[in-house]
Each structure stands twice: as structure tokens, then as C-alpha cells.
């Protein structure tokens, strides 16, 4: 069983930055066998994928509404992946979550959630 736990949201105004992270622990878990990343969902809305990455972070991916704004980043030393999210939007309020897939490739079916963390753009 792997626990993912996120911090770091709050409430900003439009154009400001924000740095979420999640910690991720577990008996038996190794960060080189995760794909992590992340999810939000606005109210009404169904999650929609943010950003992911492997352990070795070469290749990360990005929803189009958030590429060249967010960048994630990941600690392996310490389990950890980083969304620092710059020129925020009303549009990116949601609550985001934090998740992990085991193995690689498209992240789509993450195999453990973090409980969320809630993101508030004011205009």
C-alpha cells in the first residue's frame, strides 16, 4: 500500500504562484517504479489530468492549459513530487490531487490517490 499526501494549497490571487508537493511513503515502495503526477477537479467539473513524470523526470507531461505555467519536479531521495504552478488563473481553482501509476506510459489509471488539496485562483 502506497500513502500520498499533498500540501501546499491556499488561496491567491490571479496571477500569483503556488508550489504544491506530495510525499509519498509505503512499506515496499520504490519512486523507479512510479509514474506520479497530478489530477485536479473543479466543482462540476470530472478530474482532468495536470502533469506527470517518471522517476528519471526527462520526459514529463502537461495538459495543454497548463503547459508553460506549471512545472513538476520529483525527489526521489525523499519520495516527493513538486507542482510549481506560476500566473495563475481563475480557472485553474480546482482540488488537486496527488497520484501514483505504477509502471510507465500514458497516465491515465493511477493505482493510488492523495486525499487533495484545494487551489483557489481569485480574479
Known amino acids: 500500500q502506497v500513502q500520498l499526501v499533498e500540501s501546499g494549497g491556499g488561496l491567491v490571487q490571479t496571477g500569483a504562484s503556488l508550489r504544491l508537493s506530495c510525499a509519498a511513503s509505503?512499506?515496499?515502495?520504490?519512486?523507479?517504479?512510479?509514474?506520479m503526477g497530478w489530477f485536479r477537479q473543479a466543482p462540476g467539473k470530472e478530474r482532468e489530468f495536470v502533469a506527470s513524470t517518471s522517476a528519471s523526470t526527462r520526459y514529463p507531461h502537461y495538459a495543454d492549459s497548463v503547459q508553460g505555467r506549471f512545472t513538476i519536479s520529483r525527489d526521489n531521495a525523499k519520495n516527493t513530487v513538486t507542482l510549481q504552478m506560476n500566473s495563475l488563473k481563475p480557472e485553474d481553482t480546482a482540488v488537486y490531487y496527488c497520484?501514483?501509476?505504477?509502471?510507465?506510459?500514458?497516465?491515465?489509471?493511477?493505482?493510488?490517490w492523495g486525499q487533495g488539496t484545494q487551489v483557489t485562483v481569485s480574479s
Open positions: 497520484a501514483a501509476q505504477l509502471g510507465v506510459g500514458r497516465f491515465n489509471s493511477p493505482n493510488y
Open positions: 509505503g512499506r515496499n515502495f520504490s519512486p523507479y517504479a512510479y509514474e
